[in-house]
């Protein structure tokens, strides 16, 4: 008799697939942004539902990391960026933002809402992850951010999941009609 192996995905990585299991399915995205995208894992997943990725972080270190871990992926751009001092041109039809809301001040946030709604076609989405644990250090908590993206006129809430650890968000525009 053969043994089998199960292999269980960790927090993280059970955060990623909970997080991206919020999208309809079979939906694939023209351009999404990925601003936070620390070592590449998520934008890895996102880039096979993508047909291009936009992926920064503040870290270079981070950014060599995640250049690494999709090199052989086309379509993925990976370079150092930070949210809201820069965005980059163009429109997107997914926005996704994860666990980098509470290292912003309220009105860096306010401005990345506004960025973000400002770069989001009519259809677009934006995603939302963030730990529901205090943050020391920083004025803002995950459910302080989701809350600012989630009370916005210019989005409507269409699912989320609220784990023991994190809450996952997924918004479109209203009147863009079902994502």
């Known amino acids: 008799m053969r043994k089998r192996t199960l292999h269980l995905p960790d927090g993280e990585?059970?955060?990623?697939?909970?997080?991206?299991?919020?999208?309809?399915?079979?939906?694939?995205?023209?351009?999404?942004?990925?601003?936070?995208c620390s070592l590449g894992l998520m934008t890895r997943l996102l880039a096979e539902r993508c047909d291009e990725v936009?992926?920064?972080?503040v870290s270079e270190t981070a950014v060599s990391r995640a250049r690494e871990r999709c090199r052989d992926l086309t379509g993925v751009e990976v370079c150092r960026g930070a949210v809201p001092a820069s965005w980059p041109d163009g429109r997107f039809d997914l926005v996704v933002l994860s666990?980098?809301?509470?290292?912003?001040?309220?009105?860096?946030?306010?401005?990345?809402?506004?960025?973000?709604?400002?770069?989001?076609?009519?259809d677009g989405i934006v995603l939302l992850?963030?730990?529901?644990?205090?943050?020391?250090?920083?004025?803002?908590?995950g459910e302080d951010?989701?809350?600012?993206?989630?009370?916005?006129?210019?989005?409507?809430?269409?699912?989320?999941?609220?784990?023991?650890?994190?809450?996952?968000?997924?918004?479109?525009?209203?009147?863009?009609?079902?994502?």
């Open 129 to 141: 992850c963030h730990w529901r644990h205090p943050v020391d250090g920083w004025a803002l908590d």
């Open 99 to 122: 666990e980098i809301g509470y290292f912003l001040q309220e009105e860096e946030l306010a401005r990345t809402l506004r960025l973000t709604v400002d770069a989001l076609v009519e």
């Open 145 to 179: 951010v989701n809350a600012v993206f989630a009370s916005s006129p210019s989005l409507r809430v269409e699912g989320t999941h609220e784990a023991d650890d994190f809450v996952a968000i997924m918004l479109s525009r209203p009147g863009a009609g079902a994502p």
């Open 13 to 36: 990585a059970d955060k990623r697939r909970t997080t991206l299991g919020l999208l309809p399915t079979g939906r694939r995205y023209r351009r999404a942004f990925e601003p936070g």
């Open 54 to 57: 936009v992926a920064w972080d």
